[in-house]
């Protein structure tokens, strides 16, 4: 089985966000639209390029009331000092979530158990708490926030409109398809 | 623990392929790329659009000695009938795969248990028969043919150059970062 | 132990029926006769001679208050493009059934794991759910209606009759036995 | 499972047959065509005119290099009680098994647990010893030796000739359907 | 443990009875004595002779209000067939249990499984449905009804009075013992 | 199952014999037959009466080749002080085995775990040590000797002549039956 | 764990005591101090030697209302034989209890398995059924009895007198020791 | 099972004698006779008037070849400190074992696990290394070294002479009885 | 997992105190701070410097309101015997907790199983019951008391002071330092 | 059982040592002594005071043959930050060991499951590699780098002088004690 539709894991981490620690909790997730973006390790190379890659995204998910949480088996106080000395993570407004006990790396099935790390995943979540939609990379390669940001708002569009579906590509805007028995082999 | 590294499932199943009816099998993916584009049902909406998608741009996988295999649980006599039937379907180039026991939806953990479809999974197998990359999103909304192409570029670059990792967004022909510990707590 | 007496399982599947796509389920065969009607395949060889001699036989079967379900493990969309393109086909007017998740092909035992496909295998089926009569070739052979439209009235026969049997080639409107303690060893 | 392809079972049984009392066993079977007949009870009331019609045309069966074996749960003293009081059943020339312990009533699962007797369950067996086709009928309804005939005679044409397959209703004589790719959804 | 004093196991088979067939449980032994009498099959040698002689004594068994229950694996339609063909057999009047289902050869443990017939096993049992005597003799050599007669006959006796003790070979009329502390080593 | 057909339990017991105690053990009875006599405790009512009737008849089996053994739970202790005390058990001649452990009680199943003490059981064994006949009574009732040679003797017939059966009551000198297929029925 | 402190198990058996047959069971214990006093085999060697030093010490322990219970494996039967035939076991007046299920041997594990016999031991149990002392032998050496006596009254002494200890060899009539923190290491 | 008969556990423990450390172990034990003295604890008031009785028979034990094992759960340095300060425990010139592990108190089935200290269990262990006879007192009561001498120089007279037993109260010098079937019930 | 908070097993043992004997238990603890100071054996070598080291600083830990217990596996027999006969231990005023059953020794993970007794082990444990700090150290190294008070000061002072931390060293009025977000990265 | 004598945990880690990133593995402790030094994570508030105090000690451990190593669940990614941006922290030699897996915390029993940090645990191990001392603080209270030295140098010089022992707070040039049986009870 695939995680399309599960429940994701009940939680209760720290967090560094707004210059502050604070708890974020399963609960906090109902309501709204979510992304978990999991990254192996803070002070690391290719991760900071794509945390800064959302971070110039983050007021377009926000407009879509998607809120963002990056995800590290480091600490909160390490993600403090990250934030407090490095230009490009100094441009996060996202919580930073710390998993050192890897119940979110494991419970979202991305600890790579060898190294006590995360891979490179990313989940949305929709606002009933269920995983919609979930890449995963191999260690050395980035992510690209573009395509997160479509693949969102598609699935936001679907969730909206659910008698539409939206064909490859599609984008906000473009056209959409509405299913029936007489598109059977039309296509 | 995630899918990535783990060894393609050993499988032998029939496919259509260049007008013809074949089997492909494990061995078949050993010393080339490899996709494994999974969809839930021929003749249906969403899909043709999908593997549309990735027919146009097949010659350019093919170029970087990629090859591609479509997979759903119909099998390949439906697959044949709707290659005969569909205009967008003829255009498809590529080995269709059929999967009607289910040895591939649930070897790549996509199988829909309760409807006996596969999710719309992509994968990425590098020459080992290793899986190094993979997305899946839920059934209405379709996927995006450049960015899997951008990803699988930036992983055979990295297999490459192990030295050297691709930042976010990164495509053919811009910068890399090589990692060192000079670098930590740089980026 | 055979499956004559044994309940039909319990399912809910989806049919193309009167050009239409609709849900099948076991309690819509409570208070009439059944045959579920299995084969391998959409869009093959001797299955669509077997679908098109029980469709010349249909109206025979509905006079006796008989529901005819044909099964394959394609899917619905399948069956509606097979019925689209196919003069012969196009002359079935009962239902067929989708059977994808296999609950049919393996709740009457006829599924073949190593390929996913069902045997030709059919079973009749009384008012009250139970499998009263049932056959299974082996899959290059082809069936035939007559045979099973005889066995299904001499079926109706006896459960109306219950005092009575029939004998070896009965059909309707030949002499019946009625047995007793006297006809012991005088036939 | 069906029981198609599955080995008849390892047994060894008395029989009674051409006037004396003799073993029949496994390896009898292999090498030509068989066919296991059987019936609930010696001097009971269906079952003499079912084996009577096998009697009748127990030279055509013979003449396609196949034997029959009927079967019922009662010893071979009383098959020789009921051939020496009855003038039906003494017109049986092929063997009649004493199946009282169940082993092939079992074996071909056809043993009504609740009363210790065998359905009315016809088996073709080809000569590796398969199961290559079956049927079983609820106790009060005779079945049919014309039709068992016919599908015999299909079974070891398609069995010489392994590239042809035989439509519904075929019959010695008719046309077969030689399937190939160019025939998919031509039917 | 020994068989004396076991309830008799619960059960419901056919019998050939008073020239026709009905059904006897459990239930009816109590209240009365029973004999059960094992044979291996009808239509053989010893069997018959076993069955007359039991059949000379039945009124003596009537009489000690004591009911004869003859059994083997055959059917009750087996039972009816020899009755009416063998002129011995004929004499009978007590009931012909038909066990092919082994209910009471396995519930009394005389069932030999290798060839589905039942030893020549016979139990004396009192009104209160428990074993009270058994015998079991192997295949070949038939029993002796006068024994049988005596042996019950004594087992009535210390029913009756229970302070006294029947001493070998005692019959009927015949002078019993009366246990007492002073009777010890003085026999 | 029954016990017919079942080896003897291996066993090594101290008997009072020939006014001496000796060892008996399960080798002893191979090459010639035995009878095994439990009953439930020495200086008792019941058991010298059913001991001296066989004491009586001891140079009778003795001259077919059947050593007789008398089993309870007492010791060779007291077998001997009874010997000595009881003119009845002085008459002894054949050794009387002490089962204080059980051995025989359970091994031939005749131990009443209750009181600790061995039902009257009678067991024939045959020269492969073998059991071919026994009878089990409740304990308040005599058993009879002359009935148990009968039955030795028929045995050690049948097992002499063995196309040959003792039909019911059969005595040395008495005819037999020979049977064959042509007997079926005809008795 | 050594038996002291554990509860006698739970019995019922036969006993001979005052020429007659009677039952003891567990609660006949209560109340007033026991010895159980076992020994192999009636009508040996070395127990009646003992059985005669406990019978000439009766009126001791009577006196200090303590009942003596002698116990072998042998029956109520065997007791009374060897009461009535012996001179020295005739002296005996307390119970002798017969244990052919060895449920007493057992309870106290005196049972030699291999032979069915108790061993030579000796318990001593208080009035609230509880094992306070106990000896056991190997089969071949007599015990004392006036050793025995001391040791049962040293034990009803400090059951009286909780405050008191008895030394090494106290006898009625001697100094005991009164423990308190002051006597550590002064003795 | 009793003890009687069972090898001592296998052991290694320390000991204080001759005013030194040493080990003492299993193999120790082998080729001459042995003495167990367990009592619960060093400091205490029973526990030395019991061992100054054996101290003062000390030299009689030597003579018969056999040596004696004081045992308490103290350390060995508990020992020496106990024979340093206290003038009775000065006697002893036996060796003092130390069992604070438990490994003899719980071999020999004398541990009180609720307090750790072993009960009051004196065992004579034959050259063999198995327990011939043993004794367990609550622990309030002291034991009598002169029976102890007594018993263990009978177990010795029967090991020397096989054919001979030692009524009871027997001491050196004392006639013993020769067994033989003639004495059964002359005793 | 580590001790640390773990509750203190349950558990009821004999203590020498106060040159008396009496029970100290779990309850005991609860209310005040307490620690467990454990050592191998009385009348050995390091021990008792040890002791005598906690000795001399006893009247600081009862100003902190904590209660020090020695525990050893030796009887508080053994306890008042080495405090009336070595000088040193004569100073100790806190209670000596004997623990023959390792109740303790196991409960706080300090039982060496191979001798039977415990490690240097030392524990504080707080008003609620559960251990805050442990030191374990091998067999022939001393402690230190002075850095147990200290530690156990430094545990006292965050306990009432939830909000501030001892840093490394830290001692009775020393500084502490008070956590906070603004801290981190600034030590 | 202790952690006392406890092999240390097979382990392979990354650490920051020498400003560069190197493999630390468990044979490189075998040949000199070694102090593990546990701590919950870097960028907080007690521990740089801690590893400070040792850093300050650290020629000290070095010139007694004794490598010091820090330990935290965080990546040596950050422990190279921290060492980057702290004045305290920069002050380290010693290799700071990287445990994201916990296979040392949780190899040494410190692991805090519930937030996957490490205790402030610190453990002294042998050239041997057996761990010989060990202390575990909660959380919020500093450990005391000149008493580990004491330890350790007390444990290094028993294990150069077998023949003594260190009585506590023992420190280089003091006395120690050399056990012998005439010191019992001495000290």
Not at 48 to 57: G, K, Q, R, S, Y
Request: glycine letters at 6%; charged letters at 25%; aromatic letters at 12%.
């Amino acid at each position: 089985m695939s995680q399309i539709g599960k429940q994701v894991v009940d939680f209760e981490v720290q967090a560094f966000a707004n210059n502050d620690f604070k708890t974020v909790k399963k609960s906090d997730l109902l309501g709204k639209w979510s992304v978990f973006f999991f990254y192996p390790a803070d002070f690391t190379f290719v991760c900071p390029t794509e945390l800064e890659d959302l971070a110039n995204l983050y007021p377009e998910f926000k407009a879509t009331d998607c809120e963002i949480y990056s995800v590290s088996t480091d600490t909160h106080f390490v993600h403090k000092a990250w934030h407090d000395t490095s230009d490009t993570i100094k441009k996060i407004q996202y919580p930073m979530l710390a998993d050192p006990t890897g119940v979110l790396s494991r419970g979202f099935d991305v600890m790579i158990e060898e190294v006590g790390l995360a891979e490179r995943g990313t989940f949305i979540v929709n606002p009933e708490g269920e995983i919609v939609a979930y890449e995963v990379v191999a260690g050395n390669v980035g992510r690209n926030a573009d395509e997160l940001l479509r693949r969102l708002k598609a699935l936001q569009f679907v969730a909206k409109n659910p008698s539409e579906v939206c064909p490859a590509k599609w984008k906000e805007g473009n056209e959409t398809l509405q299913p029936s028995i007489d598109l059977v082999g039309k296509i």
